[in-house]
């Protein structure tokens, strides 16, 4: 983008956040910013890293958003929150639209994709939350932007590392990007494990990405005894996905099956999901549509002000947005298919990762339930981007068969 493309990015994002914020009722205060139990857990691992009290809360909060919440909360408070998460907003845009940009070489699509973002009023009204949501989405978008900029290069060791560290970064954020390094980790051996033993610098900068993710595991392992990102996937399979599925299954009181959980073993959980295949994969698919076409309770969470029309509006976007997936998994497909039956390897990578990513966020939030659409969120980062590129080049490619037809 030039200096005047950018500049109009930016005023028309900042005016409509602006406008939003005033017609909606946004509000920067104590009482949003600090809604649910787990903002409140957040800033209290904030606390404790500028030298306040021990809180169980860092066994489950990964330390980055923290970290990055101190400083500006010990300077403005509140302000200083929103203003991070206001900027992660901005920031991340900014990152979709470029990279949408480069990867079609469209205009257009950057601003079909500008108007996606900015159309989703959650996604706004995150900001005015302490959750790790909006930062999530503002790492998505750099992980995307590096991996359309720097394509090119996707069979050096240099585009793996780059993918690692923004997992990485991404993993001290949620840390259900831990299995993603894994899989990244295990690629670097599998593909590159010879020109590891070429060349021992390599092996320094996976060493030197590698050591935040050490740390984390390190102080959860000193102060819980666990060496893990954090509890909190262990917690949420059990009390949320396996208790809500039993007590279904059993007709019990949840509270109960909460209880009777801790009695058991790994194994007999397992043993119990195998004889219960059915309802425990019903439940799941159905945790993913609900959390897609979840209500925006974001909107209007500890708020005065409620509004009615813009509850509406965004579960009717939600409801579009499922829709959407469903038509987009169609084209993925084509393009995946066309991009391999053309050796088109730079395109079959790109759609992959992206594809894949986005894939793995939005089914992991099939274990847990009653947030809106607050877990599904940040992955608009990816699919704002991947499904207008993906219809420009399934059209792109029928008109090209036509004309071979004609010709």
Sequence with gaps: ???????????????????????????ISESSMFATNDSNSYIAVADWI????????????????PLMMVLPYKI?????????????????????????????????????????????????AMTF??????????????????????????????????????????TLIKGVFYYMVLLCLVMLIVFYG??????????????????PLFAQMSIVKKLHGEFVVSTIGGDTFDNYYFAKAMSEIEGSDRGEVIQYIGTLTSQEKKGYILNHKKEFYEQFVGNVKENIEGDPIYLNLGRPKQNLGAFVYMKI??????????????VILINLY???????FKDLTLILIIAGLMAYYILTTGLSFWQGDRLVLPSIALWSVLYPVMIMMTIHQIKRIRNQKIE
């Design 1 to 27: 983008m030039n200096r005047k493309q950018f500049f109009v990015l930016n005023t028309v994002s900042i005016s409509l956040y602006s406008v939003c914020s005033v017609l909606l009722g946004f509000e």
């Design 50 to 65: 500028f030298g306040g009290e021990i809180t169980g809360h860092t066994a489950k909060r990964p330390l980055l958003f």
């Design 76 to 124: 403005a408070g509140i302000y200083g929150i929103w203003f991070l998460q206001f900027s992660c907003w901005l920031v991340g845009i900014n990152l979709c639209v470029r990279a949408v940009v480069r990867w079609s070489k469209k205009e257009l699509i950057g601003w079909i994709v500008l108007g996606i973002l900015l159309s989703n009023l959650s996604l706004i």
């Design 129 to 170: 939350h302490a959750l790790s949501e909006i930062p999530t989405f503002f790492f998505l978008s750099l992980l995307l932007h590096f991996i359309v900029t720097k394509i090119d290069r996707f069979r050096s060791i240099y585009f793996i590392h780059g993918i690692l560290f923004f997992l990485v970064l991404l």
């Design 194 to 211: 010879r020109k590891y033993l070429k060349t021992p610098r390599s092996i320094a900068w996976l060493a030197l990405i590698l050591v």
């Design 317 to 330: 976007i939600n409801r579009l947005i499922f829709i959407l997936h469903w038509f987009g998994l169609i």
């Design 338 to 344: 066309l991009a391999f039956r053309f050796k088109r």
